[in-house]
């Protein structure tokens, strides 16, 4: 089954404690992204990346670091996470062209206390 | 920043009639999407419609665009409890030198009843 896979779905953490949310994609997908979804905001772009080891700024990327090592993988670290960056993650991918839209994961609920 | 913006916010019909959801946006587009988000789920892509488009018909959905006023509408026809959701439009502006990738708006919930 063609999917964006993204992990964990639930996450508690506290400040300042380095954490990954993994992202992975089977559709041998250029584009990969991360959006967070806040409540009044919607969704916001974090990071992407157009192919392998090449990544961009979103709208909102400070506190995020991402790398692209793979083209099915697109990992999201927060170094140094800190209770404004709880929030809903997805992770999302598209074809380079998007014509047919972007397949989004299934979200990341991420809790820092 | 936000450049799609839906209208209205919340939208609650009788099961079987029809749902009007408006979104307009700011600069030039590829293309325009509609997805469909059950609550706390992921995005469900719906429909996409380019720049060169001015109506797409997919199932029940209806989706139209207006480029000279930079706004659309997704039509769904005979709604369904099932149709419970939030409906975003995103636009595509690759190349227009902002940030690729899709822009969101706040979304449309619109609630079936029974």
Not at chain 1, 74 to 91: A, M, R, W
Not at chain 2, 9 to 14: P, R
Not at chain 2, 40 to 50: F, T
Not at chain 2, 85 to 100: E, H, K, L, N, Q
């Amino acid at each position: 089954e063609a999917q964006v896979t993204q992990n964990p779905r639930y996450l508690i953490t506290v400040t300042g404690k380095k954490l990954t949310v993994t992202c992975s994609q089977n559709m041998n997908h250029e584009y990969m992204s991360w959006y967070r979804q806040d409540p009044g905001l919607g969704l916001r772009q974090i990071y992407y990346s157009m192919n392998v080891e090449v990544t961009d700024k979103g709208d909102v990327p400070e506190g995020y670091k991402v790398s692209r090592k793979e083209k099915r993988n697109f990992p999201l670290i927060l170094e140094s996470p800190s209770p404004n960056q709880t929030s809903l993650y997805f992770c999302a991918s598209s074809l380079s062209d998007n014509v047919y839209g972007y397949t989004f994961g299934s979200g990341t609920r991420l809790t820092v206390v | 920043s936000q450049q799609g913006e839906e209208d209205p916010q919340a939208l609650s019909i009788q099961e079987g009639e029809n749902a009007t959801m408006n979104c307009s946006y700011k600069t030039s587009i590829n293309n325009l999407q509609w997805y469909r988000q059950n609550s706390g789920r992921g995005l469900v892509h719906l429909i996409l419609i380019r720049s060169n488009e001015r109506e797409k018909h997919s199932g029940r959905l209806r989706v139209t665009l207006d480029t000279s006023k930079k706004s659309s509408s997704l039509l769904i026809t005979a709604s369904r409890a099932a149709d419970t959701a939030s409906y975003f439009c995103a636009t595509d502006a690759r190349g227009g030198g902002g940030a690729d990738g899709l822009t969101f708006g706040k979304g449309t919930h619109l609630i079936i009843q029974p």
